[in-house]
């Protein structure tokens, strides 16, 4: 595994970079700056050291107008530090509509900026696909960025909120411009054991 993610990383570093964002948070004039060592590069360590329990709820069908929610539980383990801890690795497996789901997320910090970029790969896509890009401030993990959805490319949310030494918060959301609002499809609330 180690050698997987070390060629992934590698891979990663060498040819993802991701091109800036309009209007990130380090260009407004009043964004302060996460006080934590390394400038942000420990923002995701609340996830190190433990076996995470994660309840799961998935909009049965997006930006459709919809309110109906699968649930499914999920283990989350595996947080390992890479490239000297400016990146990371964890791994996440559940069974959803009696199906094994087993994914890992890559995170990769960039030190210029200050921001984190986000990688996910799962069993059922098997491909790595870039997610992400954000930072935490006053606690608060916002990331952005677009993925396919329909034939069109959605605009994408992740945060993450109410971390504490055995919590933690995850939202995912597109971006309905009909309603001009953000749509959470996905939530996962993190417990230990």
């Known amino acids: 595994m180690s050698l997987f993610i070390a060629g992934v990383f590698l891979m990663l570093t060498t040819s993802c970079d ?17 006080m934590s060592d390394n400038n942000g590069a420990n923002d995701f360590d609340f996830l ?6 994660v309840q799961n709820r998935v ?31 964890d791994q996440f497996k559940g069974v959803r ?11 990769t910090f960039n030190k210029n900026s200050g921001e984190w970029s986000i990688y996910w790969i799962d069993n059922i896509s098997t491909k790595l696909i870039y997610q992400v890009t954000g930072k935490f401030e006053n606690g608060i993990g916002t ?24 919590s933690a918060r ?3 959301a597109y971006y309905d411009s009909l ?11 993190f417990h230990t054991d």
């Open 18 to 34: 991701q091109p800036s964002r309009e209007g990130r948070l380090e260009d407004k004039p009043n964004s302060k700056k996460l």
């Open 97 to 107: 509509n009696g199906l094994e789901f087993e994914a890992s997320s890559i995170r």
């Open 143 to 166: 990331f952005f960025g677009e993925e396919p959805f329909n034939g069109k490319m959605a605009k994408l949310r992740f945060l993450w909120s109410d971390i504490t030494d055995t």
């Open 59 to 89: 909009l049965k069908a997006r930006l459709s107008n919809n309110n109906e929610w699968d649930e499914f539980e999920a283990e989350f383990y595996g947080y390992q530090k890479i490239a000297g801890g400016y990146g990371n690795v």
């Open 179 to 189: 309603a001009n609002k953000w749509e959470t499809n996905w939530i996962m609330e």
């Open 170 to 172: 995850w939202e995912q």
């Open 48 to 53: 190190a050291n433990k076996n995470w329990k």
